[in-house]
C-alpha cells in the first residue's frame, strides 16, 4: 500500500510518522507545501500517478477557527476545494481515502454525544468549509472514510497543551472557559488509529463508500477541566479560574457541546480508546522530553 499523507508536517502527519516504524506493510510519502498542494489540481494528479499512490490521509487543513471568519477564501479552498481535488484525483486510480473533519460541524445544541447521522449545523466559516470537505467525499464513488475530530493537540506544533504549559510559567494565574464541553483528543492516538482501520481492511474496501465516524479520546471534559489537568500533570504552578464564553468573546462562535459517540468505530474497527487524561499524560511527557 503506497500511502500518501498530506498536511504531513502537522500535529497529525507528524504523529504518523512517528508511526511508520511499526507499519512495515505501507510505504508513505510525507508531504507538505510547498512540495505538495492539495489546492493545486494538477500538481496533485501528477503525483499520484508517479508514485503509484493507492492511498491517502488527509491531514491538510485550515484549521485557523477565528482567522477563518476574515480568511473565509482561503479556508474553502483548503477545506472543500482541496478535498474534491483528493476525491477527482483518487477516482483515476480507484484508491482510498481517510479524510479528517471537525466536531464544528456540529452547532452544540446538544446534550447527548453526538452521533455519525445526527444533524449537522456549523456556526461558523471553519465549521461550514469542513462540512463541505466531508459533503465531496460522502457524495463521491471512491472507497472512503471520513473521521470527526475534537480538541487535537499533540508533542508537535501550535495547539491548546503547548500554550497552557507556556502560559502558566509565565502566569500566576490564567482564566479559562468552562461553559464548553468536548473531549481532548491526543494526536498519536488519531494517528494510530488512521493505520488500523487501514491495517484491519488491507485486504477489502476501508468500508463502504464515504463512511462518517467519530473520533477522540474516551471521557468529557470543559476547556477549564482540561486546563487544570495539564497544568497537574505538567507540574506547572499557576491557578487556573473558570470563566464564562461571554468573558472571553472570540470572531468565530465555537459549539458549546460537542462530545461525539464513538460507538461506531470501537466497533467497526475493533479498536480501544484510551481515557483523555492518560493519553495527556503521555503527551506532556513526550513534550518534556
Known amino acids: 500500500m503506497n500511502i500518501l ?5 502537522g500535529q497529525l502527519g507528524s504523529e504518523i510518522k512517528d508511526l511508520e516504524a511499526h507499519f512495515t506493510d505501507f510505504k508513505f ?6 512540495e505538495l498542494d492539495i489546492c493545486n489540481s494538477s500538481q496533485l494528479n ?20 477565528d482567522k477563518a471568519e476574515q480568511d473565509s477564501d482561503i479556508a474553502k479552498k483548503v477545506n472543500a476545494t482541496g478535498v474534491l481535488n483528493l476525491v477527482k484525483a483518487l477516482e483515476k486510480v480507484d484508491g482510498k481515502l481517510i479524510h479528517i473533519s471537525t466536531d464544528y460541524v456540529f452547532d452544540g445544541n446538544s446534550f447527548l454525544p453526538y452521533q455519525e ?6 456556526i461558523g466559516v471553519y465549521g461550514n468549509t469542513k462540512r463541505s470537505g466531508e459533503l465531496a467525499v460522502i457524495n463521491s464513488d471512491i472507497d472512503a472514510v471520513v473521521i470527526r475530530t475534537s ?10 497543551v503547548k500554550t497552557m504549559l507556556r502560559l502558566g510559567n509565565e502566569r500566576d494565574e490564567l ?20 493505520l488500523e482501520i487501514l491495517s484491519y481492511n488491507k485486504e477489502t474496501n476501508i468500508n463502504s463508500k ?13 476547556w ?19 470563566i464564562e464564553t461571554k468573558d472571553y468573546p472570540t470572531p468565530a462562535k465555537r459549539p458549546h457541546f460537542s462530545v461525539l459517540n464513538k460507538s461506531k468505530i470501537k466497533n467497526d474497527f475493533k479498536i480501544e480508546i484510551p481515557y483523555w487524561k492518560d493519553s495527556l499524560k503521555d503527551c506532556i511527557e513526550k513534550i518534556k522530553n
Not at 477549564?224 to 473558570?242: R, W
Open 29 to 34: 510519502f510525507f508531504m507538505d507545501l510547498p
Open 175 to 194: 482564566g479559562v472557559i468552562f461553559d464548553q464541553v468536548g473531549t481532548p483528543t491526543n494526536a498519536f492516538d488519531l494517528a494510530k488509529t488512521c
Open 117 to 122: 447521522l445526527d444533524e449537522v449545523n456549523p
Open 5 to 9: 499523507v498530506t498536511g504531513s508536517n
Open 151 to 160: 480538541w487535537l493537540y499533540s508533542a508537535y506544533g501550535n495547539n491548546f
Open 210 to 222: 464515504g463512511s462518517l465516524y467519530h473520533f477522540s479520546n474516551e471521557g468529557v471534559a470543559s
Open 224 to 242: 477549564y477541566d482540561f486546563s487544570i489537568a495539564i497544568m497537574t500533570l505538567g507540574k506547572v504552578n499557576c491557578h487556573v479560574k473558570p
Open 46 to 65: 501528477i503525483f499520484i500517478k508517479d508514485n503509484n499512490i493507492n492511498t491517502v490521509i488527509n491531514c491538510a487543513a485550515y484549521t485557523a477557527v
